[in-house]
């Protein structure tokens, strides 16, 4: 971990720079708290991520290679730090709900998160809960890909980028999404 | 609900970021900050090991040393059959 505040961070001339923890905060806090808000769908959560996610990028800067695209590595950590959020979250209630009833039945629709998305506006309010609930219940790479490519609005070339695959895969994992929400609804 | 109609998500704002998030972020890397022990007090501690063990092979030596000369001196051989005083 960098101690003395300053990151090194190599500009668009090649050389050089340094920023520091408040610059790098202030750049991408909106990036990172609205991504993890799409993933986890309430702010308390949303906050926690959001934490978690720049002491990780502060720690781990020095493992950032300095050729590669700083704005992609943070939506990565975002997600990863997202799913992996959603995923302790899902083992802790269904602990919970399992050793509360002692059946499985009706997990699922406990399992679904408190919704409290401030980004939504009110008279859509029911119909967007609907849908991000079906997304909420997608497959990582699949919730992944609608949130990148139809919330956050990043074009395909990006979410590739983002996701480490190519843009066709891309495509054929939005349609396999689109399938799996029609299941859903 | 119109399902090819994914669009209607484009309309879910971004929103602001609480302030205190800052605060919260600082105060847990302070608390990591904490828990670091600094390299020089590794070192420290490390060195005091090593010369405890020094020591101990440094005593131990002298020790045998010790019980091999009253080792020897227990081994003389008496070659008459002689009593005490006689």
């Known amino acids: 971990m960098i101690t003395n505040g300053c990151y090194p961070i190599v500009g668009g001339n090649n050389k050089k720079n340094f920023v520091t923890q408040k610059d790098i905060y202030n750049q991408y806090k909106n990036l ?11 702010r308390q959560d949303a906050e926690e991520i959001a934490q978690d996610v720049f002491i990780k990028v502060f720690d781990k800067w020095q493992t950032f290679r300095k050729d590669a695209d700083l704005k992609t590595w943070i939506y990565r950590i975002t997600i990863n730090q997202s799913l992996d959020f959603l995923k302790h979250k899902q083992r802790k209630k269904r602990s919970l709900i399992i050793s509360l009833f002692s059946v499985d039945s009706s997990i699922e629709e406990n399992l679904l998160p408190d919704f409290d998305h401030p980004g939504t506006l009110m008279e859509q309010d029911e119909s967007l809960k609907i849908l991000m609930q079906k997304i909420y219940r997608l497959p990582e790479n699949q919730k992944t890909v609608i949130i990148l490519l139809k919330i956050e609005d990043l074009p395909q070339r990006e979410v590739a980028e983002i996701m480490k695959l190519t843009e066709g895969a891309i495509e054929s994992l939005f349609q396999r999404a689109k399938a799996s929400l029609k299941k859903i609804l | 609900m119109e399902l090819d109609n994914l669009d209607i998500l484009k309309n879910i704002k971004h929103v602001e970021v609480p302030e205190a998030l800052y605060h919260s972020i600082e105060s847990r890397l302070e608390a990591n900050r904490k828990n670091i022990i600094p390299l020089y007090k590794v070192g420290i501690a490390a060195s005091l090991v090593l010369g405890l063990m020094l020591s101990q092979v440094y005593f131990l ?8 000369s009253n080792n020897e001196i227990e081994l003389v051989e008496v070659n008459n059959n002689s009593l005490y005083y006689e």
């Open chain 2, 61 to 68: 030596g002298l020790l045998s040393k010790i019980n091999q």
């Open chain 1, 32 to 42: 990172v708290y609205n991504l993890a808000l799409q993933y986890c769908q309430n």
